[in-house]
């Protein structure tokens, strides 16, 4: 039976049949046929009836108009059920006469909806987002508008350690740390108060949450809102960021640290000694600037290679930072060069004093290659306010007053001031 259309639209050619209504002529496109389930459209096709297979109301109007040879020139919207479930919405116009073999009707059938096919499509796309949240590497927490957890993935039972057992019906707060959970609810207190709706979006937020066994972590969150059946849930995508944070805080310690000591770098000093100036004229207090440049490094250097000079300075770095202060700071600024900065320090006496440790503890024997080496070293220092009020010019007056030393004896150290007259 060839598949086609009379005037625009599927038709289906009706006569009375015994116990139905015999199909006499079919003529369908693909969806009807889907809807109907009629698999065989084949001339053998026509004495098939259609009653026993569906109960819908449209036959009961055909079997009138059999009857009176009436037709239905309006179209009518039929719900066509299977097993007690709506398939599909029709829209019909019946055309009825009389031909010679009895009454027949002519059905003409468009497909409003094919209800059959969209719960197929709609069970297609649920499987595709279930394999997606199953399968997805950030873990995926619905939670509702009162904090109770409704959905929890494989991914969020790996980063907390919980079984999606344990948290479903539980408050999201469980998962949070105390901090946290105080923010949280604010933010959702406040949102909801708003009267807002679909506009909560977060994007990439840190904050710290809690595993099971009680370790806290930074997670990173991104949440949005949705409405099902009028409720609103959150919808969380989580990340644990441990890692990245750790990789961050490494390139930052790099980036602002010397790579052989440990020690801060110059960059870092100089951010630091701002702030340390900044600081000492809010409190009125003195910093001390000492500058360090190493007597004897070249000769090991020379003689004993680069190799054994990076040891020395390694371990020059760890008797440096033993003779300061945890609020003090020592850095390496390249070379042989390191530079300090010594918080309220009071009396001048104070960051002599200081110098004095930095040149006794530089005095004793480094071990490098089974042999003793000796170095020593000629410190500048320079004093805030009394110097200079300024950083820059501070770290400079530093450096002149160590060359000052350098050139005057080594293993000493001066304090600036005008001709660089005040030795110790």
């Known amino acids: 039976m060839v598949k086609r259309k009379i005037h625009g639209y599927p038709v289906l050619i009706l006569g009375a049949g015994r116990g139905g209504y015999a199909l006499l002529e079919m003529f369908l496109e693909d969806d009807l046929v889907e809807v109907v389930g009629i698999v065989d459209s084949?001339?053998?096709?026509?004495?098939?009836?259609?009653?026993?297979?569906?109960?819908?109301p449209i036959y009961t109007d055909i079997h009138q108009a059999l009857q009176a040879c009436t037709s239905y020139p309006d179209c009518i919207i039929y719900n066509l059920t299977h097993d007690d479930s709506v398939i599909a919405e029709v829209k019909a116009v019946l055309n009825n006469k009389q031909v010679t073999s009895g009454p027949e009707a002519k059905l003409f059938w468009q497909i409003v909806t094919n209800l059959k096919r969209i719960k197929g499509e709609l069970e297609t796309s649920q499987n595709q987002l279930n394999a997606i949240i199953h399968h997805a590497m950030d873990g995926i927490i619905t939670v509702s508008d009162t904090?109770?957890?409704?959905?929890?993935?494989?991914?969020?039972?790996?980063?907390?350690?919980?079984?999606?057992?344990?948290?479903?019906?539980?408050?999201?707060?469980?998962?949070?740390?105390?901090?946290?959970?105080?923010?949280?609810?604010?933010?959702?207190?406040?949102?909801?108060?708003s009267g807002q709706r679909g506009s909560i979006g977060i994007r990439g937020q840190e904050v710290v949450a809690i595993k099971k066994n009680g370790e806290q972590f930074p997670m990173e969150v991104s949440a949005s809102e949705m409405e099902i059946k009028g409720q609103r849930y959150f919808v969380g995508i989580v990340r644990d960021v441990t890692e990245r944070k750790l990789v961050e805080q490494k390139i930052t310690h790099l980036a602002h640290h010397d790579y052989l000591t440990g020690l801060p770098n110059r960059a870092l000093f100089l951010e630091q000694l701002e702030h340390s100036i900044t600081m000492a004229r809010r409190n009125r207090y003195k910093v001390a600037v000492l500058f360090l440049d190493l007597d004897g490094f070249k000769q090991v250097n020379d003689t004993l290679g680069?190799?054994?000079?990076?040891?020395?300075?390694?371990e020059v770095g760890k008797r440096l930072k033993s003779v300061i202060r945890e609020s003090d700071i020592v850095a390496r600024i390249g070379g042989d060069e390191f530079t300090f900065i010594l918080n309220n320090v009071g009396e001048d006496a104070n960051a002599a004093w200081v110098a004095q440790k930095v040149i006794d503890v530089l005095a004793l024997p480094i071990d490098l290659k089974d042999q003793p080496c000796h170095i020593g070293g000629s410190i500048g220092i320079a004093i805030y306010p009394d110097s200079s009020s300024d950083f820059e010019t501070l770290l400079k007056q530093a450096d002149e007053a160590m060359y000052w030393a350098k050139q005057n004896g080594k293993n000493t150290f001066r304090i600036a001031n005008e001709g660089f007259t005040n030795e110790h």
């Open 42 to 56: 084949s001339a053998d096709a026509p004495g098939m009836i259609l009653a026993q297979k569906f109960s819908i």
């Open 306 to 314: 680069h190799d054994a000079g990076d040891v020395l300075l390694q």
């Open 147 to 193: 904090g109770e957890i409704q959905a929890f993935n494989p991914a969020a039972e790996e980063i907390f350690g919980y079984s999606q057992n344990d948290v479903l019906g539980q408050h999201v707060k469980m998962l949070l740390s105390d901090e946290t959970q105080q923010a949280y609810a604010a933010d959702i207190a406040r949102y909801l108060q």
